[in-house]
C-alpha cells in the first residue's frame, strides 16, 4: 500500500454551494467570508442568529440562560448543541465540570447524557452541530483576525446560532486563510 502524502497533487474542487446552514445562518455567515467566488445556499430559512446579552462580560450569565431555554424550554438534545469559544480552555471562563444552569460543561469530544460540549472554534473547523452556541468573543476584536475565526464558528451550526454577548461587525479588510471552506 502507498501511504497519501499531503497536499494531494489533484483535482481541486470549489464547494460553491452551502448545504450544511440554513439561509439565515449563510446570511451571517457570508458577511465574514473572503474569497473570491462566495458561495450560494440552499438550505431553508430558519431561525435569525440569536444574541443573549452577556450581562457585564460575564458569559456563565448569558450561556446559563441560552442553555437552560435550549435543554429545559425547547428540549434540544444536549448532544446536538456545541459551545464554542476563541479561548483555550486553560484562558476560559468555560471550565471543565462547570455547571451552567442544569447542565455541566465538558471540553472532552464525547460528552456524558448530563454534559454540554465546549470547544475552541479552532478545533472545532471541519466539524458541525445542529445547534452552535459562541461564547468569549469580547477579545476577538483587539487580535484584528476576527473574521475567519467568526466565518468558522458561524458556520459550524446546521440549524440555529447563539451568540452570547456582542458578535462584532466585519472587518472588510481581513482576509479569510486559503482552503477556508463552509
Not at 26 to 51: C, F, N, S
Not at 141 to 157: F, K
Not at 172 to 181: L, V
Request: aromatic letters at 6%; proline letters at 9%.
Amino acid at each position: 500500500t502507498q501511504e497519501a502524502v499531503f497536499p494531494f497533487d489533484g483535482v481541486r474542487f470549489s464547494l460553491s454551494v452551502n448545504c450544511r446552514n440554513t439561509r439565515r445562518i449563510h446570511e451571517a455567515v457570508i458577511r465574514y467570508y473572503r474569497g473570491a467566488l462566495p458561495p450560494t445556499v440552499q438550505g431553508p430559512e430558519g431561525r435569525e442568529i440569536e444574541l443573549v446579552d452577556a450581562r457585564g462580560g460575564r458569559p456563565l450569565n448569558g450561556l446559563s440562560r441560552a442553555l437552560h431555554r435550549l435543554v429545559t424550554e425547547e428540549r434540544v438534545p444536549r448532544n446536538h448543541i456545541v459551545v464554542l469559544t476563541p479561548n483555550s480552555e486553560a484562558k476560559s471562563a468555560l471550565k471543565e465540570g462547570a455547571r451552567v444552569g442544569t447542565v455541566e460543561l465538558t471540553w472532552k469530544p464525547d460528552p456524558g447524557p448530563n454534559q454540554v460540549r465546549v470547544a475552541t472554534i479552532y478545533s472545532f473547523k471541519g466539524l458541525e452541530s445542529p445547534i452552535v452556541v459562541v461564547a468569549e468573543l469580547d477579545r476577538l476584536a483587539a487580535r484584528g483576525t476576527y473574521d475567519a475565526v467568526l466565518y468558522v464558528a458561524l458556520s459550524r451550526a446546521r440549524s440555529h446560532v447563539v451568540v452570547v454577548g456582542e458578535l462584532p461587525e466585519p472587518a472588510a479588510d481581513t482576509p479569510a486563510p486559503p482552503g477556508t471552506a463552509l
